[in-house]
């Protein structure tokens, strides 16, 4: 079963426990040394070497040498491990952006200046670069609004990116919400498919290959006139791009969207 990142304790316990508050601790707590960070750290480790399913608040407890009622202590509930996890797990977002960003200001240069593009690939990609080390926070059911420290830190970057460039409010949080979920999504799908190899036993050519045969086969021009084309014209068969790299349709998308950003923009300027 797929964890939900929802927590069952108030707002306010969970906001504590994400923001690093410690919980006071009775003279008879757990051995000195605990902490949400530590157990947060352990998580991760069980994460990426036996997977999301894996993680529970006993075997944190035992990777820490304490019990799981001491972890309780911290964490109040498996769901707020979770949450923690998640945000720890992203880490904070490259610093190339603000550093950037603070010379323009330093230098009194404009925003249209400013590579905005570039900050937002960068950003792209660095997303991607934290769910390809960490493919199981895409197991994570993402059923709040971020609210981590690291979260928020990587939702701040990219509203930075595209600010100053034209943008109503409301458009800069429509277009992060709609690059946010593009990079996630597509790494999904890109973990998904680099799974298979290890479940069938199949290599990723083999798939990409059978793939393209089947639409040989399938695509029938009358049903399916432009798939077909693309199949006769061989855009389906395997090449020297891994079969699961998203970055190229990524990469495509990205530049395409901003394509229109800009030009909604020009037009919006008169």
Do not use: C
Request: charged share 25%; no cysteine.
């Amino acid at each position: 079963m797929t964890p939900a990142r929802k927590s069952k304790e108030t707002q306010a316990k969970a906001l504590e426990v994400l923001w690093g508050g410690e919980r006071p601790l009775p003279a008879r707590g757990p051995k000195p040394g605990l902490s949400v960070e530590k157990i947060a750290a352990a998580a991760i480790r069980i994460a990426d070497e036996e997977g999301l399913e894996a993680l529970s608040m006993h075997h944190v407890a035992g990777r820490l040498g304490y019990t799981a009622m001491s972890l309780y202590r911290y964490v109040p509930s498996k769901e707020q491990l979770v949450d923690v996890v998640y945000d720890r797990a992203l880490g904070p977002p490259p610093a190339a952006g603000h550093a950037e960003r603070a010379a323009a200001d330093d230098a009194g240069a404009p925003d249209a200046a400013r590579d905005w593009r570039a900050e937002v690939h960068s950003w792209v990609r660095s997303m991607l670069a934290v769910y390809q080390q960490h493919p199981w926070l895409l197991d994570i059911t993402t059923s709040s609004p971020p609210l981590g420290p690291n979260q928020l830190a990587w939702l701040e970057a990219l509203l930075q990116a595209v600010s100053g460039i034209g943008l109503t409010n409301e458009e800069m949080l429509h277009l992060v919400i709609f690059v946010t979920g593009a990079v996630r999504d597509l790494a999904h799908t890109s973990s998904e498919m680099a799974q298979t190899p290890e479940k069938t036993g199949v290599s990723m050519e083999q798939i990409g290959e059978g793939y393209a045969d089947a639409l040989r086969h399938i695509a029938d021009s009358t049903r399916f006139p432009t798939l077909s084309r693309l199949v006769e014209t061989g855009t389906f068969e395997p090449n020297e791009t891994p079969y699961n790299d998203i970055v190229p349709s990524l990469d495509f998308g990205l530049q395409r969207l901003l394509d229109g950003v800009e030009e909604h923009v020009r037009r919006m300027r008169g």
